[in-house]
């Protein structure tokens, strides 16, 4: 059940990511990271891949961000 609300979670934020709604993205973004790190810390997933989770969203996140702004 935790993973798959992890799942749900990280797919609102993708769906979320649109140069319109940076807003609402970094909002749901906290929302993933939060969730993704509660999901490694009860073992339903490992750190690492937690870890790398968070970076390929934040990643995400910034390339789009950084490219609405220039």
Excluded: W, Y
Excluded at 40 to 64: E, Y
């Amino acid at each position: 059940a935790r993973r798959t609300r992890m799942k749900n979670v990280v797919k609102e934020f993708e769906t979320a990511l649109q140069p319109g709604s940076m807003d609402l993205a970094g909002e749901r973004l906290r929302a993933a990271i939060s969730m993704i790190d509660q999901t490694a810390q009860k073992g339903v997933i490992h750190k690492n891949k937690a870890a790398r989770k968070i970076s390929r969203l934040v990643r995400r996140f910034n390339k789009i961000a950084g490219s609405q702004e220039g």
